[in-house]
């Protein structure tokens, strides 16, 4: 595979041309922070704006995950312009974020706190209105609450990808706007086959799995038996 040469924060690497700028800097050593990007950093919407860096030649700051390297490119990740961007991205999907982290199935899986306490983000910087919020619990296996969601796409591309099915879209515009079925409809009152790979990589606590552990832990205390089997998704 061909080599390009490239610079991060003033040092000299060799990296397989194709990459972007997050893969190529992860592959040197180097930690950007994102939230949209996934699967090995390959998957991406740039939505985010999380993963902001400078490119010297570049109009402006540059999002890392879908920007391509070439021969002689020099990225800086550590600018007091891409480290003030990067913080100010995370302080804004915390103004309209659900806060009652000890209550969510997330708490420490959670990417959205790790990554602000990476980039330092203070939460109540901003502070206005929130989104309208929908709470889906109809559906047997997901449940869905849009305060905790953060507009990453991930669940978007994982729906297209995983199974073809694609049930999943942004709807609504501007600070209207959520993932969701089409015309903001319930799991339960889509195709969705309730497979749960939308859940695996979403960040937060947009989603999860609706949970019947206090009917098995009821099952043994009433002396039956509790046969479980898991989905062939699985």
Known sequence: MALVNIKINGQSYQVEAGLTV?????????????LCSFKD???SKASCRVCLVEVVGARGLVASCVYPINEGIEIITNSQKAVEARRASVELILSDHQKNCLQCLKQDKCELLEVSKIVGARDLKYIGPSSPNTVDELAPGLMRNTAKCILCGRCIETCKKAHGIAILGFENRGFNTKVAPVENR???QSPC????QCVNVCP???LYENEEISKVDAAFKAGKKVIVQTAPAV
């Open 186 to 188: 319930s799991f339960a």
């Open 22 to 34: 997050l893969q190529a800097a992860k592959k040197c050593g180097y930690l950007i922070p994102t």
């Open 204 to 206: 937060t606590g947009a």
């Open 41 to 43: 950093d390959g998957c």
């Open 193 to 196: 086959l309730q497979c749960g």
